[in-house]
């Protein structure tokens, strides 16, 4: 299979197997690296074209996503601003 971004894939930890009721085990070395605890909710997303699975902790996404979200509303300042700035250019 063609790897398309090398940096895309991190660190392999060994490998489980899918249980009879899909259930499967994260390695402890996996567990401990990443923080990974009981409880700790996880999101699964498609990757690599559908043939593979990645799972993100939640915490992590939702602080993800309040990044993103505060560097869009940054952008979203600066575009108004230039915006405005050409309005004001226009009229001189």
Do not use: W
Not at 17 to 46: C, D, H, W
Not at 47 to 62: P, S, W, Y
């Amino acid at each position: 299979m063609k790897q398309e971004n090398k940096h895309m894939v991190g660190k392999c930890f060994g490998s489980t197997v899918v249980g009879p009721r899909g259930q499967m085990v994260i390695p402890a070395e996996a567990r401990k690296y990443l923080g990974i605890n009981v409880g700790t909710k996880l999101l699964a997303f498609s990757q690599f074209h559908g043939r593979g699975i990645v799972l993100v902790k939640t915490e992590d996404v939702e602080e993800l996503l309040n990044t993103m979200n505060h560097h869009l509303d940054e952008f979203s300042r600066l575009l108004r601003e230039n915006k405005e700035g050409d309005i004001d250019n226009e009229g001189n």
